[in-house]
Each structure stands twice: as structure tokens, then as C-alpha cells.
């Protein structure tokens, strides 16, 4: 059997590939001891950051168009809302438990003591409306996409049942857009109730917390409701929209470095404006990146890395890198071994992922599938 799923859409498996290797590639700095006050640690590190907000806004661009799909298809009541749910469900939770347990497993093997938030990762409320625990540390991102899932399709299923609603597919969006203004106000009590005083402060208790973050699952929403709604204008100036995004991505950094803008002194900025336009600079590319067609050399290792990428999201860093660290004595490395750990860190990571693709992730999708089908309509319904 073929491990690569059929009808993929390249360009989307291209943003997916890119994500997750600007993730690892930005955890290889920890692995190496690097000087985190050097500008290309800190370049990496950024890049690292922006490839999980290329998760989102995919995330958000292809489970908004499989929820916009159902409501075209008339599946607009609350065993369609279960339906859609199971999907996600099985195509996210049984990968995280497994992942979990692992973290758990190693975790105690290396210090014997239990985190004691544990439990909040079953339920995914460990960065709810607080800092994320320093154990399985990149599970924030998952606790803000489960939510995110969650709240917005109950609340426009819920609207579906008890009000008449003609044209469902505008309220698609209008609900998305309220939905984005009631987290406005959650920022604006953020900005007047919280304090900083570094960019490592802000990331946790602002850039990794649900209540603030799911609007980069939203903005993905907003895209592909425009796409769908202006198709022609989308295709014609997707070349056009893909240089905008790429303008506006690149001068919203240079405007950080020329006037080096920092989050304890322009709190201002990084809550209300960095992580939003940066969300939508690279939602602006995703019309060129979903006509994109390519089937060089290339074309295989990418959809490789694509289909594994929730594998190696979830394996690289706490299973995979942190023992490293407690094993390995990095200090008293040459430059040569350290880069054998990198091939090693890679390859390990490379591995396990495989393994957990083909033994774990793979088969539950197959019956989920077969399970549950998904509503037909255009490649977009591809598997994510």
C-alpha cells in the first residue's frame, strides 16, 4: 500500500513541509547549545515560531473549507457538528494520547517525579488562560487548534438550530468575524491586566495561550470563505496576492529590526498587531500555493515530509531532543560531532515518526475513513 494518500494538493503539502522544518530546524538550536543572544539563533528561532502559525492558518484554511462544504451540502445539524467532530478527533487525539503516555513514560524514567498539571493535558486546558507547563512543551499548539474546533463550529451549529437561518454560508463568515472581535476584547483586557518583561515572557503567557491564539485558526476560516466566494478574483491575482503577502511579511520584521521593537516595551504592537498581520501576510500566499503544480525531483520527499509531519511535530522535541540533552554532554563535543547529533537528532526523529506513522497514525485514518466519511466535493477535503 502507497504511503503517500491520492489527490493531494501540492502546494499545501509544500506549506506543511515548510512548517514543520522551520519547527525542527529551530529546536536543532537548543539541541546544540546554541547563543541564544546571537541574531541568527534568534532569526532561526523566529522562523521556528512562524512554521507553527503556518499550521494554523492551514489548519484554519482546510477545516474551515470541509466545514463550509457541509453547510453547501445541507449537513447543518448537530449529528453533522458529531460527525465533523469524530473526523477531527480521529485524525488528532489518538496520535497526542500516544505521544502523551510516551512523555509521561520518559519523562518519569529520567526524573521520577510527575508534572503536577498532568491531568490538564488530557482535556488540553494545561495553556487554557495560563502559562503552558515546561513539560511537553510544544503540546500548546494542540490545545489551541483542539479549541479552536470546538468553539466556533458549536457556536454556528448551535445558531443552525435555533434561529432560521436562510444563508448559511454567509453566516459562515459573519459568526467567524464576530467570533474574531470578542477576542479583540480578550487582548484588550490581556493588554491592561498583564505584564511582560521579554519576549519569552510574551510568548508564554500570550503567543502559547488558547483564549488569545485561536484567531489564527480563524483568519484561515476568512481566507477560505473569500477564495471560495471570489474564486476568479483568487486565481487571477494569486501571483499579485503571493508578492503582497510576501511585502508585507518581510516589512513587517524589518519594521521590528529598524526600530527594534520588543514586546516589554511595545506590548502594544506584539498583542494587537504583530501576530494578526503576520497570520494574514502568510494567508495572502496560500491562493498561489493552492494552484501550485510541481512534480520534479523533489516531489516525493515533500509530500513525505508533509504526510509525517504530525509525527515528527509531536516526537522531535520532548521525546526525541530533551533525552538527548540528558545523555549526551554537548559542551565537550567538536563541531564535527556536533553535527553527527544533528544527523543523529534527524535521523532518530525521521524514524520514530515512520514507525508511529505507519503502525499508529495510518491505520486509525484508514478507519476513520471507512467510518466516517467525508463529504465529497473539490481536492481541498484532502486529509490534514
Known amino acids: 500500500m502507497s504511503t503517500i494518500p491520492k489527490f493531494r494538493i501540492f502546494g499545501l503539502d509544500f506549506l506543511r513541509a515548510l512548517a514543520i522544518s522551520l519547527v525542527v530546524i529551530s529546536h536543532i538550536t ?28 492551514l489548519s484554519g484554511f482546510l477545516i474551515g473549507g470541509i466545514i463550509l462544504k457541509r453547510i453547501i451540502a445541507g449537513k447543518t445539524n448537530f449529528k453533522d457538528l458529531f460527525d465533523f467532530w469524530k ?18 513514560i520518559v519523562f518519569y524514567a529520567f526524573h521520577e517525579v510527575f508534572e503536577k498539571r498532568l491531568v490538564n493535558y488530557f482535556f488540553f486546558i494545561q495553556n487554557f488562560n495560563t502559562v503552558h507547563p515546561n513539560f511537553f512543551t510544544e503540546a500548546w ?16 451549529y448551535l445558531s443552525f438550530y435555533i434561529f432560521n437561518i436562510q444563508k448559511k454560508e454567509k453566516f459562515f463568515f459573519w459568526i467567524t468575524i464576530v467570533t474574531l472581535l470578542i477576542m479583540v476584547v480578550l487582548k484588550i483586557l490581556f493588554f491592561y491586566s498583564i505584564n511582560f518583561n521579554s519576549y519569552k515572557e510574551w510568548s ?107 509525527s515528527i511535530y509531536l516526537v522531535n522535541y520532548s521525546l526525541i531532543l530533551i533525552p538527548m540533552q540528558e545523555l549526551i554532554d554537548l559542551t565537550s563535543l567538536s563541531l564535527i560531532g556536533k553535527m553527527g547529533i544533528v544527523f543523529m537528532f534527524l535521523g532518530i526523529t525521521l524514524i520514530i515518526s515512520r514507525v508511529v506513522y505507519v503502525g499508529f497514525e495510518r491505520p486509525i485514518l484508514i478507519f476513520r475513513d471507512k467510518r466516517y ?6 481536492q481541498s477535503s484532502q486529509s490534514f
Open 30 to 57: 537548543y539541541l546544540l547549545n546554541l547563543n541564544e543572544s546571537s541574531i541568527l539563533v534568534t532569526f532561526i528561532r523566529t522562523l521556528g515560531a512562524i512554521g507553527v502559525d503556518i499550521f494554523f492558518v
Open 87 to 104: 473526523r477531527r478527533w480521529l485524525r488528532t487525539l489518538p496520535n497526542y494520547f500516544l505521544i502523551l503516555i510516551l512523555n509521561i
Open 373 to 378: 466519511l467525508r463529504v465529497q466535493s473539490s
Open 204 to 310: 508564554s503567557l500570550y503567543r502559547k495561550v488558547v483564549i488569545y491564539r485561536m484567531d489564527a485558526i480563524y483568519i484561515g476560516f476568512i481566507f477560505v470563505y473569500l477564495m471560495k466566494k471570489f474564486t476568479a478574483f483568487f486565481q487571477k491575482y494569486r501571483q499579485n496576492l503571493f508578492v503582497a503577502g510576501i511585502l508585507v511579511f518581510a516589512l513587517l520584521h524589518l519594521i521590528i529590526y529598524t526600530f527594534n521593537l520588543k514586546p516589554e516595551i511595545h506590548s502594544g504592537f506584539y498583542i494587537f498587531i504583530y501576530l494578526q498581520v503576520l497570520i494574514m501576510s502568510i494567508g495572502l500566499t496560500f491562493p498561489f500555493f493552492y494552484h501550485l503544480k510541481y512534480h520534479g525531483y523533489f516531489l516525493k520527499s515533500i509530500e513525505f515530509i508533509s504526510v509525517h509531519s504530525y
Open 141 to 156: 499548539s494542540l490545545s489551541i487548534e483542539e479549541y479552536a474546533y470546538l468553539v466556533l463550529p458549536f457556536l454556528l
